[in-house]
């Protein structure tokens, strides 16, 4: 059985980030090398860091399992009916619906792989804590704050 692949990732003294894998023999430079990070911390199929311009990126592995996320829209599909707007949808049509709407399955698939991806902020405004680390627990990431 072949041994899984690991990588470790660094960060120099001009934000340039490199990569060394277990199945490599050299430090390669990740791409998007016009970008500069202050910190990066990986999990075992994604890596996070801090750019210079003060936002979060994400650099996700590339392997063979697509990552699919499946997003349910109401409209030009199948049909779901309810005797009211505010009432419960159901699949089968009674003599009292008054209200129909349509149901669609989307997945989406996410292609940004082994490149950098911008983590979008929230429309709101961010609290006034300045972003110090950014931690992996668990293949979880969280983003810690100081006041």
């Known amino acids: ?11 120099d003294a001009y934000g340039r980030v490199y990569c060394l894998s277990t199945v490599g ?4 430079q990740s791409r998007n090398a016009q970008m500069e990070f202050k910190r990066v911390t ?11 311009d003060n936002n979060i990126y994400l ?31 159901t699949k089968a049509k009674k003599w009292n619906s008054c209200v129909r709407r349509r149901r669609w399955l989307r997945y989406r698939r996410y292609n940004a792989m082994d490149t950098w991806a911008k983590v979008v902020k929230e429309s709101k405004p961010p609290p006034p804590a300045l972003v110090s680390l950014i931690g992996i627990n668990a293949q979880l990431a969280y983003v810690e704050s100081r006041k």
Request: aromatic share 16%.
């Open 42 to 52: 990986a999990a075992q199929l994604c890596c996070w860091g801090i750019a210079c």
């Open 1 to 11: 059985k072949a041994m899984p692949v690991s990588l470790l990732w660094a960060v």
């Open 25 to 28: 023999q050299q430090w390669e």
């Open 59 to 89: 650099n996700v592995h590339a392997s063979d399992l697509p990552i699919r996320y499946q997003e349910h829209t109401f409209e030009n599909q199948g049909w779901t009916y309810a005797m009211d707007f505010p009432a419960t949808y």
